[in-house]
């Protein structure tokens, strides 16, 4: 009775093996299936959430500047926030950094956003400002509409880094400007982070309430979740900040 063919192929298997032996070679079997790395699978939730986070890191390169990176949000209250802005995102309300300058407020803010587009949000809209530089845009000119229309894509973002609030000149039109974009903020539930060389309250000098007059102070006091006072040296100059 002829043997089954498996065994006439383990035969011929074994032949060659001598053949190449007598030869000096070599054979080398076939990888066993289960050695073999998980191929891509677009059904999969994780390859889901892994393709959304590659996107939206890039957004948030797209809008970081060179310097920052490599941020990192490092501090543990920044690192709350970014994970509960990332999971309820109506819910994070507003990041406040302040302290001097030079303590690593921008730094920590880029990181936050950085951690939450790692997480691989559903959907991840940033835009990242200097206050000063917001203000100079939000400026009258001679195209019609057109600083009405940077005030919306401002206010409507989903998520929106004001860097540096309080370090312009005050006016009556600085403080309607910031009330406005503040309270739409405030009134849609969208995640902002702020930076501030003012501190939030200081009954012996000029706070950011001082700054943004009563209106904003108060719709900040109820937006803001997180409030993280920065103390240090300046990095810039060697020091570091706690």
Request: with cysteine; aromatic share 6%.
């Given at each position: 009775?002829?043997?089954?063919?498996?065994?006439?192929?383990?035969?011929s298997m074994r032949a060659m093996e001598r053949i190449l032996a007598e030869k000096g070679?070599?054979?080398?079997?076939?990888?066993?299936?289960?050695?073999?790395?998980?191929?891509?699978?677009?059904?999969?939730?994780?390859?889901?959430?892994?393709?959304?986070?590659?996107?939206a890191v890039s957004r948030w390169q797209r809008a970081t500047p060179p310097r920052f990176?490599?941020?990192?949000?490092?501090?543990?209250?920044?690192?709350?926030?970014?994970?509960?802005?990332?999971?309820?995102?109506?819910?994070?309300?507003?990041?406040?950094?302040?302290?001097?300058?030079?303590?690593?407020?921008?730094?920590?803010?880029?990181?936050?956003?950085?951690?939450?587009?790692?997480?691989?949000?559903?959907?991840?809209?940033?835009?990242?400002?200097?206050?000063?530089?917001?203000?100079?845009?939000?400026?009258?000119?001679?195209?019609?509409?057109?600083?009405?229309?940077?005030?919306?894509?401002?206010?409507?973002?989903?998520?929106?880094?004001?860097?540096?609030?309080?370090?312009?000149?005050?006016?009556?039109?600085?403080?309607?400007?910031?009330?406005?974009?503040?309270?739409?903020?405030?009134?849609?539930?969208?995640?902002?982070?702020?930076?501030?060389?003012?501190?939030?309250?200081?009954?012996?000098?000029?706070?950011?309430?001082?700054?943004?007059?009563?209106?904003?102070?108060?719709?900040?006091?109820?937006?803001?979740?997180?409030?993280?006072?920065?103390?240090?040296?300046?990095?810039?100059?060697?020091?570091?900040?706690?």
């Open positions: 009775m002829a043997e089954p063919e498996i065994a006439g192929s383990a035969r070679l070599q054979v080398v079997p076939d990888a066993d299936p289960a050695d073999k790395a998980p191929e891509e699978n677009p059904g999969d939730r994780e390859w889901h959430r892994r393709a959304r986070a590659d996107y990176r490599d941020a990192e949000a490092t501090l543990p209250e920044v690192i709350d926030w970014a994970d509960r802005a990332l999971t309820d995102n109506a819910g994070a309300g507003a990041l406040l950094l302040t302290g001097l300058t030079g303590t690593g407020k921008t730094h920590q803010a880029y990181g936050a956003l950085k951690r939450i587009a790692a997480g691989g949000p559903d959907r991840f809209e940033l835009i990242a400002v200097n206050s000063a530089d917001m203000y100079g845009n939000l400026r009258p000119s001679q195209v019609m509409g057109a600083a009405e229309h940077e005030l919306q894509r401002l206010s409507r973002v989903q998520y929106l880094l004001l860097d540096d609030l309080g370090t312009a000149k005050t006016s009556e039109w600085t403080e309607e400007v910031t009330y406005r974009l503040i309270n739409y903020r405030y009134n849609h539930c969208l995640p902002t982070i702020i930076t501030s060389n003012l501190p939030a309250r200081d009954e012996n000098g000029p706070d950011l309430s001082d700054f943004v007059g009563a209106r904003v102070a108060s719709r900040l006091a109820e937006m803001v979740t997180t409030l993280v006072p920065m103390i240090g040296a300046d990095r810039r100059r060697g020091g570091r900040a706690a």
